[in-house]
């Protein structure tokens, strides 16, 4: 794990950050706060030893898995987060051949390094005006460009009506190995099956305050909700350092699908709260992605947690 010397930040002080940005709530996750913790199966395609031998992703299994909203309160409306990032987290695999991914509803990250993720989440701090200095924040995404990319993709989008009806992607570049022992990068895209309903921005007003649980909760129980977990393939050259921007062509390249998750109830929130689902639990097949944000995330969903106890 990299060392991160060149300033100030570590994964502890991301942490910090991200829970004074959401007021310090002593039990609320950082980031991601407000979810839905559901289940559901996994079935893998005949072209999944392809790409990786991990049993995670070339057997069958149960998955346990958690929708959820970006920031740090999960008492604030769904309403108010309608445009915001969305996270889809699952636990995949069986017995001691376990899997976590996060995926989230941007194709990128918002911090390049953990002390550029540090420094933009300082900059949103609220000062002595409980309010955070439009200024301050100004120069910094002036400074630091492509700590936008993040924001203009999610701007750009429509709003999704439903999580079930949400494309989720792994922004980190994973080595992946086959049942050949051929070793490439591949990045997750998790899309769903199905239409994808939007919402225009007068029908966001006119929701319920928790109408995406509401919405999932009711697909579930109507019909299993499905999505195909794809895996999207490397060429030469491509960036896997940089979180912060997309592959070339990311949307036009090969991918191929390594099976479909199929979410058929609802858990406890507790559920999901034992589980963790930390980025460094990866079964043999997927390694670890090499850029300074992964490296971050599995110590700092360590911290995160202990926090919350």
Known sequence: MPKFQRGHANPASVVDALRALAGDLPAA??????????????????????????RSFIKPCRVLARFSIG????????????????????RIGNDDQL????????????????????????ARLPGS???????????????????????????????????????YWGVHSFPATNSDS????????????????TLTVDDARAQSADFLNDDLDLRIAAHAVRFS??????????????????WPDEDEREAVRLGTIVITGVEPDDACD???????????GI?????????????????????RR
């Open 29 to 54: 996750r950082g980031s991601f706060a407000r979810g839905r913790c559901v289940r559901g199966t996994y079935v893998p395609s005949d072209q999944a030893g392809k790409i990786t031998r991990s």
């Open 71 to 90: 920031g740090g309160n999960p008492m604030v409306a769904d309403i108010d987060h309608a445009a915001s990032l969305r996270g889809f987290s699952f």
């Open 229 to 246: 977990v794809m895996a999207l393939l490397d060429r030469p050259s491509d960036p896997v350092m940089d979180v912060t921007i997309r």
């Open 129 to 167: 005006n409980d309010e955070p200095d439009a200024k301050k924040i100004k120069a910094f995404s002036a400074a630091n460009p492509e700590t936008l990319h993040q924001a203009r993709y999610l701007a750009a989008q429509p709003l999704r009506a439903s999580f079930a009806g949400t494309t």
């Open 274 to 284: 034992e589980a963790m689902f930390n980025p460094a639990n990866l079964a043999d």
């Open 182 to 197: 051929k070793i490439r990068f591949i990045k997750f895209k998790i899309e769903p099956v199905g239409e994808k309903v």
């Open 287 to 307: 390694g670890h992605p090499p850029d300074e944000i992964f490296a971050a995330r599995r110590a700092a969903y360590v911290i995160s947690q202990r926090k």
């Open 99 to 122: 899997s976590d991914i996060f995926t989230q509803s941007a194709p990128v990250h918002f911090a390049r390094t953990l002390d550029q993720m540090l420094a933009f989440l300082k």
